[in-house]
Structure formats: C-alpha cells, structure tokens
C-alpha cells in the first residue's frame, strides 16, 4: 500500500518536474524574440502540402513555387550569450518578409540531437535554403547527405564544419586566427619596436575561438623577438575565471608584464578588477596595455573610457553576407564557396591605428549588443 | 617519538597532512626556480589589502569552504549528496540580480529594490530549494541523488529564466561589497569564517551535531529511541540550501552580475570532494566538520598551486587528478591499516631486540 502510495507520488513528482522543465525552456525562448520565429515555423509546415501540390502541378522548381518568396531555415546554435542573441536579431532582420523570405528559425538550445532534427524539418519542409550555425563540428555527413538529395543547398554559417566540402554549398562566418592577427598587428604598431611581455588569459580550453585568436596572435608575437608571452592560462571565458588567473598572474609576475591580452570582454572585466585591487594601472593612462576581444557593447564602453587598449570584435552581423550568397545562388550567378565576414578592432580614443577604429559616443550608441 | 605519534592517530593528521603536502609542492617548485622558497606562504599588504598567494586559497576557496559545511551535514544524515548546490547558487544570484535590476534589465546603475531585499530573496529562494530537495529525501524516500538531480537541472534553468537568458549586472558599489573587501581584508574569507563559526557553535552547544549522526548511523534506530529522523534529515537539506544561497551570492557580487550560465558551474563535485578529502565516509553516520572545511580550503590550493606552477591549462585536470587520488589513497583504509600493521611490526621486532 505505502509502495502504490510512493510510486503514485513519484510519478506526480515526475509529471511536476516535466512541466516545470518544459516551461523553463519554452520561456527562455521567448524573451529572446525566437519564439516567435519558431511559432511561425508551425504555419509553414501547415503550408507544405500545398506548395507540393504545386509543384506537382507545375513540375517546377521550389523557389517560383513558393512565388517571389524564398524561404529559407536557419538552424541557430542557441542564445547563450548577448552575442547570440544579436546574430538571431540580424537573421530576422535581414530574412524579413519585406526582403522577399519567409525565414524558419529554430533555437536549438545548444542541443547537437535538435539541431540535426531542425535540419532534417527544414528538408521535410522542402525549404529553398538551409543555414546551419553548427552547434557541432562532427557528424553533418548523413544530414547533409540528405540535403543534397533533396536538391536543397546548404550554407554553414558561424562556425567550422568538419565534412567534406562537397556535402554543402558555401560557408559564411569569421575567422578567429584573423582576430588574433589583428591584435597582434595593432599591439605592434602600437609598441613601434618597444619590448613587450605579454600575459594570455585564454578562453575555455578546445573552444575554436580560444584556438584561432591564440594561433593568429601567437603567429605575429613569433615575428617579433622583442615579445617575450610569459604565461598563457584558461580563464574558460568567465568574468570570474579571469579575475582568479590574473590574480596569480600579478603575484607570478609581479612587475614584469607591460600587456595582458584576455579572449573575452568578460575576462578583461576580471581582470580589470584583479589590477584594481593590486593596485596595478592599465589601459591608455596606465602601465599596462590591456587587450580585449568581442567588442560587445560594455567591452566598448570601456575602451571609449580608455580602459581597454584595443578590442578586437567578432562580428554577429552575418546574415547580409549570407543573404547576398543566397541571391547569387538563386539568380544562378557564380559564388564564393568560402565568404568572410569583416571583423572590425576598436581602439581607445587618443589612439589612431590602420588596423583599428577610433572609439566615439557614436560607435557605442550604433551598437546593439 | 611518541608525541608524533599520537599526532598522527588525529582524526584531523591526515587532512592537514594532505593540504600541507600540495603547498610543499609549491616549495620545492620555488626553490628549483630560484626564487624565495617560502613565497607562497608571504603575506603582506598591498595597495591597501590583504595580499599574498595564501590569501588568494582562502579568498577563493570560501565558496566551497561554505557548501562543504552543508554538505557534511546532508552526507552524515541521509548518506546521499545534494548534487543540486551548484545550481541552487546560481538560482540564488540570478533572483538576487533580478530582483536589485528589475525583470528584463541587463545593466542597472541603481537599485530597483533595496539591497536587503535582493539579499533576502536570494537567500530565502536557496532555503526553499533545501526545503525542496529535503522533503523529496526525507519524506518520500527517494534517493537523494535522484531527488537532488532534479533541481540540479532545473535551478540553473529557473535562474536563466529569471535573468531573461542574459547576464545581469548590477553596478552598483555597494553590491560589491560580498565579494570584494571589508577594510584590508577580503568579504568571502570574512563570510566563510562566519559561516563555520556558526556551524561549530550550533554542532557544540546543542544537540544537533548528535541527532544528525544517530539518524546517519540508523535512521530506524533513531526514531525508535524518539528522533524525528525525516524531520532532521529535513533540516540538514535546508541548512545545505541556505549555504548555497550565501556562497551563490558571494559568488555573485564578486562579479557584481549574475552569470547564470557559470556560478557554481560543477562546484557541487568539488564539494562532495572536500568532504572526502576531509576524511569522513560518504555512506554517511560520524561526521567532522573540520575536516570537509580543511578539504575545501585543499581542493583551492591545488587550483591555486596549479596557476602558480603555470601549468598549462589543457594539462591541469590531469594534475589535479593525480594529487586528488594521492590524497585519497593516503586516506583509505587498507592503506592506513597497511602502514598500522607496519608500525606494529617493527614496535614488535624492537621490543624483541631489547
């Protein structure tokens, strides 16, 4: 009797801790503005059948079935960060049904299972295009493969792919080594000759931004034999874990280093507290040059206040390039199979660079994110 | 010689034994470097505050020091762990942010609400979730790392909810003021002494100590002789979510923003941890608190010997793996016993010469 009692409050337990699991991530969602996107998805597959009696009627290809409009499916990473959220905002933006698109877009959660599901919907669907932000480098070859059959063409947007070219049709997105590059072309141009020891707080260990911006910077400090990068440590892309390392970093180093370079504005944050305390001056009045990357909106305000030396950003604002590929690929015009999506710097004002922007009131007000 | 040894038959010789150990390796690293062999022990005063590598272990090592306290007690009373302290701390920061910055705010320059307010509510939302965890435990028999995984995933998720998927951050001095500094010393180090200074106080002068080891040892047993076991097991669920509520806001107001994605990110594997390495069983019954405490302040110092040695970050876990299992082999019991029958053999052999 008393088991059948427990089991019986076991399941309602269950039952309870289901909804509450599902009203967290139907919630989450919705404040950043992909539920919507994903409702209108609903209608869509509503409207399949009839596009394909159509197309069996006129035997013709999908995109003047659907008319004028193209309809294209993008399978988003997530929106785990204010970066993300920017680069869905951008999507609908540019994907609007003004432009001439009718744009699925799925948040995937950071779930590699949803996101082949949504790319698997989107072919079901018999979408004119598919853009896949790869939440996962491995394991595209049997989704793509099934694009490719549907006749669908696949654009992988953000994020690196680790299949063979031939399974999609182009790739959009930045490229992290040249974000390092640039920061070590500016802190070159900066320095003009003068000696630099360097301090790295690395972003989470593997992440394929922690590996590009260390390549491409450590690529330019070998060039110049007057650098000398002391120590290189994880700060796993927290404000926190910035702090902790560059704590250790002032008692290791106490007095020796001139330059800390930090792979996200939220370590700069950590670290920027960790001199605080110490009692240690960065920035364009200070002794240290400080060196940020991702240049979202408060990382900007702190290198408007002088605080950051340079910020290099990654740019989110994607979808205009990946709309020109897609009109390209739609006028039946030749493509570029690999497009870059220009990544900006951002120095402190007082500091003029060719590789960088100027900071003003201006710049920060234009930004979003 | 037998000073020493009675030294090493304390319950507590071998935790400080351990500790001790990972700072030496800090020595004999300096002194292979050249520099002042002793540097990781020199404290001074700098820019105004405390500062020295042994500051940043204490520093660094209050949050856990803090969940160590309840999760002792959870692991004595019930013989499970809460695996959801972690996320709780994160849940606890996330409320206490939205509420200070308003629903939706992603930066906020002044208060919407008063600061006790947001410090309550962060606190009183821990307590609930204890009280969650506690009543599936203790009433309804579940196993308490099924019933704890719950808000183990939920928390975190409930705490993004809160904060609307972003990161909150209330810059406002005053907030700073748990993660920062009290003067010349740092709030955390100021926090955690509290915490344990309490739950020394509560554990001597009344009986609670006592009941949450009856109730370990045999929760049948315990009720039989007059104990309300669920009720106490209840209690010990509440007091571990009221520790993650502090840590989970010291943790917050050292970054003066709730990061919920990563406050307490994997914290409840290190508590759990220190409570191992503090020399008590996690099958629950006799517990010591001391030793979970010197545990937690263990599991800081290997992170802190790690950046000073500056290890590689993509080798590091392997690092602290091996001194984790050191530690812990040194603690077993057929290690110890291997050594007792040792020290007998050769107390037998000398008696046998004289």
Not at chain 1, 340 to 368: C, H, K, W
Not at chain 2, 14 to 20: Q, R, Y
Not at chain 2, 53 to 58: A, F, P
Request: overall charge negative; charged content about 15%; glycine content about 10%.
């Amino acid at each position: 009797m008393l088991r059948k009692k427990l089991s019986v409050l076991l399941a309602a337990a269950m039952v309870a801790a289901a909804v509450v699991g599902c009203g967290g991530a139907d919630q989450t969602a919705a404040p950043a503005d992909n539920a919507a996107p994903a409702e209108e998805a609903a209608p869509a597959e509503d409207a399949a059948p009839a596009e394909d009696a159509a197309a069996e009627g006129g035997e013709e290809a999908a995109p003047a079935a659907s008319g004028d409009v193209i309809t294209v499916g993008y399978a988003q990473v997530g929106h785990e960060s204010d970066w993300r959220t920017a680069n869905t905002q951008n999507y609908q933006d540019v994907f609007s049904e003004a432009n001439g698109y009718e744009l699925s877009l799925i948040d995937c959660d950071n779930d590699n299972a949803a996101q082949l599901e949504a790319v698997r919907n989107f072919i079901t669907q018999q979408l004119d295009y598919i853009i896949i932000a790869p939440i996962e480098t491995a394991g595209w070859d049997t989704v793509l493969q099934e694009a490719q059959d549907a006749g669908i063409p696949v654009i992988i947007a953000d994020r690196e792919i680790a299949a063979d070219a031939s399974l999609y049709d182009a790739w959009v997105g930045t490229n992290t080594k040249n974000e390092g590059i640039t920061a070590g072309n500016w802190l070159a141009e900066y320095l003009d000759g003068k000696e630099a020891n360097i301090l790295v707080i690395e972003g989470s260990v593997g992440a394929s931004a922690t590996l590009g911006r260390s390549e491409g910077f450590k690529e330019v400090a070998d060039q110049h034999s007057e650098w000398k990068i002391l120590d290189s440590q994880s700060g796993d892309f927290t404000q926190d874990g910035g702090q902790e390392v560059m704590e250790s970093f002032i008692k290791s180093y106490e007095g020796q280093f001139n330059v800390v370079v930090c792979h996200n504005d939220n370590e700069a944050y950590g670290a920027m507290d960790a001199m605080n305390a110490a009692g240690i001056t960065y920035g364009v009045d200070g002794d240290v040059i400080l060196i940020s990357f991702d240049a979202t909106h408060d990382g900007l305000q702190y290198t408007l206040d002088g605080k950051i030396n340079c910020n290099v950003e990654c740019n989110p604002i994607q979808a205009a390039t990946v709309a020109e590929v897609i009109q390209k690929m739609h006028n039946g015009e030749s493509f570029e199979a690999t497009t870059l999506v220009n990544d900006e710097a951002f120095v402190a004002p007082g500091i003029e660079s060719q590789y960088a922007t100027t900071m003003t009131e201006d710049v920060l007000a234009g930004r979003a994110y | 010689m037998s000073k020493l040894k009675s030294l090493t038959k304390k319950q507590l010789f071998l935790p400080i034994f351990s500790m001790i150990l990972v700072m030496l390796i800090n020595v004999i690293y300096d002194m292979a470097c050249g520099n002042a062999p002793l540097s990781f022990f020199q404290i001074g005063i700098k820019n105004g505050f405390l500062y020295g590598r042994l500051i940043d272990v204490l520093n660094r090592g209050s949050e856990v020091a803090i969940l160590a306290i309840g999760m002792t007690l959870v692991v004595s009373s019930s013989a499970g762990t809460d695996i959801s302290v972690g996320s709780v701390m994160s849940l606890s920061g996330g409320f206490c942010c939205m509420l200070l910055a308003g629903y939706g705010v992603a930066r906020a320059n002044s208060y919407a609400l008063p600061l006790w307010v947001g410090l309550l509510g962060g606190i009183l939302i821990a307590c609930v979730c204890g009280l969650f965890n506690g009543f599936l435990v203790a009433y309804l028999n579940i196993q308490p790392m099924v019933a704890t995984l719950i808000l183990w995933s939920a928390g975190r998720a409930i705490g993004l909810l809160l904060c609307n998927s972003q990161i909150v951050y209330v810059r406002v001095p005053s907030f700073q003021i748990l993660g920062a500094y009290v003067g010349f010393l740092p709030t955390p180090i100021l926090i955690a002494a509290f915490c344990i200074v309490i739950a020394a106080l509560i554990l001597r002068f009344t009986a609670l100590g006592t009941f949450i080891q009856s109730v370990g040892i045999n929760k049948k047993a315990a009720r039989i002789s007059g104990f309300n076991s669920a009720r106490i097991i209840l209690i010990t669920y509440m007091i571990c979510g009221l520790c993650a509520g502090i840590a989970g806001l010291t943790a917050t107001s050292r970054i003066y923003s709730a990061d919920t994605n990563n406050i307490g990110l994997n914290m409840e594997l290190d508590a759990i941890l220190s409570v191992a390495l503090g020399g008590n069983s996690l099958g629950g019954g006799k517990f010591n608190l001391s030793g979970s405490i010197i545990g937690a302040y263990t599991i800081q110092a290997i992170t802190t010997t790690m950046y000073a040695l500056g290890i590689s970050s993509a080798q590091a876990p392997v690092f602290k793996a091996m001194v984790v299992i050191l530690i812990v082999v040194l603690q077993a019991e057929p290690v110890k016993d291997y050594f007792r029958k040792m020290t007998a053999k050769k107390a037998a052999k000398e008696a046998k010469a004289a």
